[in-house]
């Protein structure tokens, strides 16, 4: 059986006209084009949503009515003019990306294979911001009381969470702690494990109070932290080296497979 990440995803655009770019169409020549406003009740959604925002509209209001309509879609924010203030509350909301409408079809494929891999994706300066409010939101409180799903995690491996949160690779992790290596990577492993997370990323939302799945176990807090959740087993080993993470990021953060 093909590994999700491996599938080939359906492609619906949600715009204001109703219209593809012509650069939609190059990198997915067989997407359908819906307009904005219409039921997404009148087509087959059974892949990943795109949503060109109307600037017309509130940016969140246009996520949530698409999100209230069909809960549980992958959903992209193409915005005309990005901008972190409108990106923060999106993600909260549930996107699973927001990148420039006008990107080119190499960058929009990439986006939708890391969308369909479980993977969220966003700018460098959106990451950098997410990790310094990791920072401050954990400065400012305990940890279970951002999440209780943290509860489930040992003192050692919150130790090392807060630190994979704040941006530090696994070798610094290691050094900062007085730990091996390997063992930052076998607690990375428990800590993905119990919390359900994905990638680095959605750790940092975890972590930070921001993670948009996280009213759906809020009610579980007493039943190991990660109840009612698939855990993920292949994320903690995500590369780490703070050099390829700022490639990556140069036009997004991309979901890495363990190991790499």
């Not at 369909?116 to 990791?134: E, F, H, K, N, Q």
Request: hydrophobic share 45%; with cysteine; proline share 6%.
């Amino acid at each position: 059986m093909a590994s999700r990440a491996t599938k080939s995803p359906s492609h619906l655009f949600v715009s204001p006209s109703g219209r593809a770019l012509p650069r939609w169409e190059e990198a997915f020549p067989r997407l359908r084009c819906l307009k904005a406003g219409m039921p997404l009740g009148v087509v087959e959604v059974s892949g990943l949503v795109w949503l060109r925002l109307d600037p017309a509209h509130p940016a969140l209001a246009q996520v949530e009515r698409l999100l209230a309509e069909r809960p549980g879609i992958q959903l992209i924010v193409l915005a005309d003019q990005p901008d972190d203030e409108q990106a923060l509350p999106l993600f909260s909301a549930g996107i699973r990306a927001y990148i420039n409408a006008h990107s080119t079809a190499a960058n929009l494929k990439q986006v939708a294979q890391v969308v369909a891999a479980g993977g969220l994706w966003l700018g460098p300066s959106l990451m950098a911001r997410l990790v310094a409010a990791t920072s401050r939101a954990l400065a400012a409180a305990s940890a279970t009381a951002l999440d209780p799903r943290l509860s489930a995690l040992t003192q050692r491996e919150l130790e090392v969470a807060r630190k994979i949160a704040g941006g530090a690779s696994n070798k610094e992790v290691a050094r900062a702690l007085d730990i091996a290596e390997r063992t930052v990577k076998a607690h990375a492993g428990a800590i993905f494990e119990k919390l359900g997370a994905r990638d680095r990323l959605h750790l940092a939302l975890i972590m930070n109070g921001r993670d948009p799945e996280a009213a759906s176990v809020r009610g579980s807090a007493g039943s190991g932290g990660g109840a009612g959740r698939k855990p993920v087993k292949r994320a903690a080993d995500a590369r780490c080296d703070p050099a390829e993470d700022a490639r990556d990021t140069a036009v997004g953060l991309k979901a890495h497979p363990a190991n790499r």
